[in-house]
C-alpha cells in the first residue's frame, strides 16, 4: 500500500423525523471512496460499504465502519481490515466538520456554494486535521448534498 491516499466523499443528509433541526446521513446515497496505489504504478479505487452519520447545531459527523472496506476482491478486504485499519482495535473512522448553518439556511433549493472546510479525521486512534473544498447543494427543504470538489489526500504513514 502506497503512502498516500486519495478520499472522495459524497453525504446525502436528510431531515431526521425527531428532530426538525437535525440531520442524518442517507448511507444508502452516501459514499465515501478511495485510492490506493500499490507496486508504486497500479491505482485501484475502493469504497465503504456503511457510513453513518448527523448534522446538530452546526456539526457535522460522519462515522465509517472500516469492516465495510469494499474493494471487490474478498481476500484484499481481509486484508485491509486487519493489516491497514486494525478493525478489531479500531472499527471506526471518524471525519468531523463545521457547517454554518444560517448559510445553509439561505441556500434556495436546487442552489449550491463552494466551501473549504477544515476536517478532523479520527483514523487509527490518530487524530489529523485536512482541508477539502466541498460543494453543498440544498436539494430540498430536508436534504442537503455536501460531496468534495477535489480528492483529499492523506499520509498514511501519519
Avoid: C
Amino acid at each position: 500500500m502506497k503512502k498516500v491516499l486519495s478520499l472522495f466523499l459524497m453525504a446525502l443528509w436528510s431531515l431526521n423525523a425527531q428532530a426538525q433541526a437535525d440531520l442524518q446521513l442517507n448511507n444508502k446515497q452516501s459514499a465515501i471512496n478511495f485510492v490506493s496505489i500499490k507496486k508504486s504504478t497500479v491505482g485501484e479505487v475502493h469504497h465503504f460499504k456503511s457510513l453513518s452519520g448527523t448534522y446538530r447545531n452546526g456539526e457535522a459527523k460522519v462515522e465509517i465502519d472500516l469492516s465495510s472496506v469494499e474493494t471487490s476482491i474478498p481476500i484484499r478486504n481481509k486484508r485491509m481490515q486487519n493489516m491497514l485499519f486494525d478493525v478489531s482495535q479500531y472499527p471506526l473512522a471518524t471525519i468531523t466538520t463545521k457547517l454554518d448553518s444560517a448559510t445553509l439556511d439561505k441556500l434556495n433549493v436546487g442552489q449550491y456554494i463552494q466551501e473549504k472546510l477544515d476536517l478532523t479525521l479520527n483514523l487509527h486512534g490518530i487524530v489529523n486535521k485536512v482541508s477539502a473544498t466541498v460543494n453543498i447543494v440544498k436539494l430540498s427543504n430536508n436534504v442537503i448534498l455536501v460531496y468534495s470538489v477535489y480528492p483529499v489526500m492523506i499520509n498514511a504513514s501519519d
